[in-house]
Antibody, heavy 118, light 110 residues
Framework: QVQLVESGGGVVQPGRSLRLSCEAS????????IHWVRRAPGKGLEWVAL????????YYADSVRGRFTISRDNSKNTLYLQMTSLRAEDTAVHYC???????????WGRGTLVTVSS | QSVLTQPPSVSAAPGQKVTISCSGS????????VSWYQQVPGSAPKLLIY???QRPSGIPDRFSGSKSGTSATLGITGLRTGDEGDYFC???????????FGGGTKLTVL
């Protein structure tokens, strides 16, 4: 069955970096756009970034553009989110989600918690 | 401030029906499909409706979706206590080239 498993979260000081991973199974990621979406404590869902099936197209939310980089390794069926210059407002559970051709997110991982605190 | 507007909360008794609205603009809901997600505490979001009104396999027909212009609606009939949680609408914003969500609606089944 389709599964997405995030890892790499933790507690980090403001200004530091962290790399999240999203390992997929049950399907081949090379055929799909993959998204990162997060939810901060007490807040709603926030779309973070997407990467197209072949990595040629990447889009970012204004809140992370220039600080976060999305990438993929199709040979490992794995996605990444490199997060730099982290801020307190980046504290959230970060999810990877598989995208459909019409813009929905049909499968989600369980998420990994990133806490930015001194 | 979310790009899509949802009511913060709705409530109804078990067995009753509730609707959740989602309002946007021509650059998002007006020109793209809407999808709906349910999130209960401690769990990942789950897709309930895609392409405005389609249910994924396994989602009961108690859940329905519709869209007209720049507004969309999620309907839930035969409410159960297990339906409690947060509900989000989502779409793509073609003008901003970003994904967007509503602020979320907390459903309470009294």
């Amino acid at each position: 069955q389709v599964q997405l498993v995030e890892s790499g979260g933790g507690v980090v000081q403001p200004g530091r970096s962290l790399r999240l991973s999203c390992e997929a199974s049950g399907f081949t990621i090379s055929s799909y756009t993959i998204h990162w979406v997060r939810r901060a404590p007490g807040k709603g869902l926030e779309w973070v970034a997407l990467i197209s099936f072949d990595g040629s197209i990447k889009y970012y939310a204004d809140s992370v553009r220039g600080r976060f980089t999305i990438s993929r390794d199709n040979s490992k069926n794995t996605l990444y989110l490199q997060m730099t210059s982290l801020r307190a407002e980046d504290t959230a559970v970060h999810y990877c989600a598989r995208g459909t051709t019409s813009g929905a997110y049909d499968y989600w991982g369980r998420g990994t918690l990133v806490t930015v605190s001194s | 401030q979310s790009v899509l507007t949802q009511p913060p909360s709705v409530s109804a008794a078990p067995g009753q029906k509730v609707t959740i609205s989602c309002s946007g603009s021509s650059s998002n809901l007006g020109n793209n499909y809407v999808s709906w997600y349910q999130q209960v505490p401690g769990s990942a979001p789950k897709l309930l409706i895609y392409d405005n009104d389609q249910r994924p396999s396994g989602i009961p027909d108690r859940f329905s979706g519709s869209k007209s212009g720049t507004s969309a609606t999620l309907g839930i009939t035969g409410l159960r206590t297990g339906d409690e949680g947060d509900y989000f609408c989502g779409t793509w914003d073609s003008g901003l080239s970003v994904g967007v969500f509503g602020g979320g609606t907390k459903l309470t089944v009294l």
